[in-house]
């Protein structure tokens, strides 16, 4: 049987940081749906399509990746696509308590679905969205943290 996981996540943008968890994950899964969620509360710097379009270019070498958008509880998309496990990346203790939270939600939504966490590389412990879109709008290098497509594209929405 085929192992299915979704990476759920804003992605606005994608930094170098999700694409080391997107080839990470592809190590334990057969395929992996990464998806972007349509959260009206947040007001992102891209569209939803911008990010879809960004995530697939980000990732078009790699197999048994696609790109999705969900506006959904995750348990019910994870569900609706055959996924069993979900991909959530922590990258300080900063992060844990939140997501923590959200593991054993979606543990009492559907006791089929796990959450799988992951660590980022250590050089991208750091690395936010948020981050980067502060440090490309007061000029600064993304050099080696997001992807060259992704800085082209941030630069031409930030640098208006």
Avoid at 6 to 33: C, M, Q, W
């Amino acid at each position: 049987m085929k192992k299915i996981a979704v990476y759920p996540g804003s992605f606005d943008p994608v930094t170098n940081g999700h694409i080391d968890l997107i080839k990470r994950a592809l190590r334990i899964v057969d395929e992996l749906v990464v998806a972007v969620v349509k959260n009206p509360e947040e007001k992102p710097l891209f569209s939803v399509e911008e990010r879809i379009d960004m995530l697939k270019e980000a990732t078009k070498d790699l197999k048994n990746v696609k790109i999705d958008s969900f506006d959904e509880l995750l348990v019910n998309y994870a569900k609706k696509i055959g996924a069993k496990v979900i991909i959530r990346g922590l990258r300080a203790i900063s992060d844990f308590e939140y997501e923590f939270q959200m593991a054993l939600m979606n543990r009492k939504l559907n006791k089929e679905i796990e959450t799988v966490f992951m660590m980022p590389s250590a050089k991208y412990s750091y690395l936010s969205s948020s981050m980067i879109k502060e440090v490309v709008s007061f000029g600064g290098s993304l050099c080696e943290l997001v992807p060259k497509v992704i800085e082209e594209r941030l630069k031409e929405k930030l640098t208006k």
